[in-house]
């Protein structure tokens, strides 16, 4: 099938790392992604990773790959309350295509 | 953003009548999609486009068509409204270039009750 999963909930207290992942499908995807998604509002990309790396660093945020397990996660270090928001993750299918997880909705408490 | 803006941005509808939600982009980006967002299924396409008048279904495309007359406009129609179509719809757009981390940027959504 083509599931993408995620946890669907996270609470973390302010100023805390925040870890969230995601087990995608397609071995052959090319990039993933993380879209971060605040209420009311569409989604905007986060960071993405290309299927050769096993990490990437973007300010606060690190994401890793294990490509042999198929398991994508997102670090957000020093967890703020802006960042209280559903995440989500996608893998490519072809290149015109996303396949998106259920989605993980991050609580952050002072 | 890639300057997407969606209309309505609320509907509230009844059960058989027609419904069409509109996607307008400024950045002439080739692909055009639309997404239905519900509660424990994340984003789901319904159908999408990679050009003027060449479309594609998505996985849950049934109940719903879709037009595109012009690179800037995509239309989603619901000939029949149900109840089990209330949900809440995203447009995005990609460029289409040659660089494949083109990512999708999304329009600020329609939240469409079919009572």
């Known amino acids: 099938g083509e599931d993408v999963e995620q946890s669907l909930f996270l609470s973390v207290r302010e100023g805390d790392s925040s870890v969230i992942n995601c087990t995608y499908t397609?071995?052959?995807?090319?990039?993933l992604y993380w879209y971060k998604q605040e209420p009311g509002a569409g989604l905007q990309l986060l960071t993405y990773?290309?299927?050769?790396?096993d990490m990437k660093q973007d300010q606060r945020l690190t994401v890793l790959l294990n490509k042999k397990d198929k398991h994508l996660s997102l670090r957000i270090a020093d967890t703020q309350t802006g960042d209280s928001a559903i995440y989500f993750c996608?893998?490519?299918?072809?290149?015109?295509?996303?396949?998106f997880g259920t989605g993980t909705r991050l609580q952050v408490f002072p | 953003d890639a300057g997407i803006t969606q209309s309505p941005r609320h509907k509230v509808t009844e059960t058989g009548t027609p419904v069409t939600l509109r996607c307008h982009q400024t950045?002439?980006?080739?692909?055009m999609y639309w997404y239905r967002q519900d509660p424990g299924h994340g984003l789901r396409l319904i159908h999408y486009?990679?050009?003027?008048?060449?479309?594609d279904k998505g996985e849950v495309s049934d109940g719903y068509s879709v037009s595109r007359s012009k690179t800037e406009d995509f239309l989603l129609t619901l000939e029949s409204a149900t109840s089990s179509q209330t949900s809440v719809y995203f447009c995005?757009?990609?460029?289409?270039?040659?660089?494949?981390?083109?990512?999708?940027?999304f329009g600020p959504g329609t939240r469409l009750t079919v009572l």
């Open positions: 996608a893998e490519t299918l072809g290149t015109d295509k996303l396949i």
């Open positions: 397609d071995s052959s995807s090319t990039y």
């Open positions: 990773i290309f299927s050769n790396m």
């Open positions: 950045e002439n980006h080739r692909y």
């Open positions: 486009s990679y050009g003027v008048k060449d479309t």
């Open positions: 995005a757009t990609q460029g289409g270039g040659a660089d494949s981390t083109d990512t999708q940027y």
